[in-house]
């Protein structure tokens, strides 16, 4: 009996093949490997030929799956193409044929914008890469005011567009007006977008030793 067995499992690859040993003691017999797809044979067994005995003989051709290449899961920001946490890769070392499958992850702030039409698939002999894009969320605006106590400006705003921004740094800062001088702010000078607006006030008042005409 000739049997195709996978390395490791033992698992048969294919149906065996058996030889009638009725009339044949003392006989020669003859074996033959068998291609199967994805696997490569790892030897050739030391009785695939030989002589019909009174007991019966197992003939064991062992094969392992051959290699294929990585599949390369990523998850990008589509801006720059910055990954959003640690490329997975998925060795390929005996794998050829082998399903795979990747996870749709999610992430704090991001949309994804582009499902990768290899999210799931099988492994091949060329290097494959997964990639699922991100886009990041719009914000609110930051806006920074110059005004004096009764609120009116002294200066023009300072205006941080939110588009793409969300749970990204802000910074705002005081500016320099003739003739004032900063009393306080009312918000936070710096943070994180958020998705609600964000306004800060830089309150002056006029210094008493300067005539404003």
């Not at 705003?157 to 005081?174: N, P």
């Amino acid at each position: 009996v000739a049997k195709y067995l996978e390395q490791g499992t033992n698992v048969a690859l294919t149906a065996d093949e058996t030889q009638n040993g009725a009339g044949k003691l003392g006989l020669p017999y003859t074996t033959v490997a068998k291609t199967v797809a994805n696997y490569e044979l790892t030897a050739n067994p030391a009785n695939a030929t030989g002589v019909f005995t009174t007991s019966p003989i197992n003939v064991e051709y062992i094969y392992k799956r051959q290699d294929a290449g990585n599949v390369i899961i990523e998850y990008l920001d589509e801006n720059g193409n910055v990954p959003l946490v640690e490329t997975t890769v998925l060795n390929g070392s005996e794998q050829i044929g082998v399903p795979y499958t990747s996870e749709l992850k999610s992430f704090d702030y991001y949309d994804l914008i582009s499902m990768p039409a290899n999210a799931n698939g099988v492994f091949n002999p060329g290097t494959q890469r997964v990639t699922y894009i991100y886009r990041r969320q719009d914000a609110g605006d930051v806006i920074a005011h110059y005004i004096n106590p009764a609120g009116v400006a002294l200066d023009t705003d300072e205006f941080l567009d939110g588009s793409r921004k969300l749970g990204l740094a802000y910074s705002t800062s005081a500016k320099a007006i003739a003739g004032y001088h900063l009393e306080r702010v009312e918000g936070a000078e710096s943070g994180l977008f958020s998705t609600a607006q964000i306004e800060i006030n830089y309150v002056y008042v006029k210094d008493p030793s300067v005539i404003i005409y």
